[in-house]
């Protein structure tokens, strides 16, 4: 009987090795691609936000988009992300696919910032996942009613 008992020792040492490689790794695997996809959706969606208010508070027309460009690129790098992200501005209520439109610095204006960027998840060839997760950041800008004209 004890001879029995003393084969069996130290299996359960490479029981849970063998469990856990083939349960963990792919668990903080799925964890560090989510991550990577929330850190994405988390820095456009505060780079639409940005770029809008930029936007709007700017004082003439010409500085408006130069300032919404610098307000993703901050939004963007704040999150430790490079500046790949596409802006662009379409009509209010559209969805970010619409035709783009040229936005406008008169009061009570309204439109919508747009800012998407590609994810590509770690470890995947770019064969199989393509060019990735794409995520978009909207953000609803309406001018001040009581802004002066420029």
Do not use: K, W
């Not at 989510?34 to 930029?54: E, F, H, I, K, M």
């Not at 199989?128 to 995520?135: A, D, M």
């Amino acid at each position: 009987m004890s001879r029995l008992q003393a084969d069996d020792s130290g299996n359960a040492i490479i029981e849970f090795v063998f469990v856990a490689v083939v349960v963990l790794v792919p668990l903080v695997y799925l964890i560090a691609a989510v991550a990577t996809v929330q850190r994405t959706q988390l820095a456009v969606s505060d780079a639409a936000r940005n770029a809008g208010r930029a936007f709007a508070t700017s004082s003439n027309p010409a500085s408006a988009p130069v300032r919404a460009q610098a307000a993703v690129r901050l939004a963007l790098a704040d999150q430790g992300l490079p500046d790949d992200a596409t802006v662009r501005f379409v009509a209010a209520g559209a969805g970010c696919a619409a035709p783009p439109v040229i936005p406008v610095l008169a009061p009570g204006a309204v439109f919508t910032v747009c800012v998407s960027r590609h994810v590509v998840l770690p470890g995947v060839p770019t064969v199989l996942s393509g060019r990735g997760i794409t995520s978009v950041g909207e953000y609803v800008v309406h001018v001040d009613d009581f802004r002066a004209a420029p």
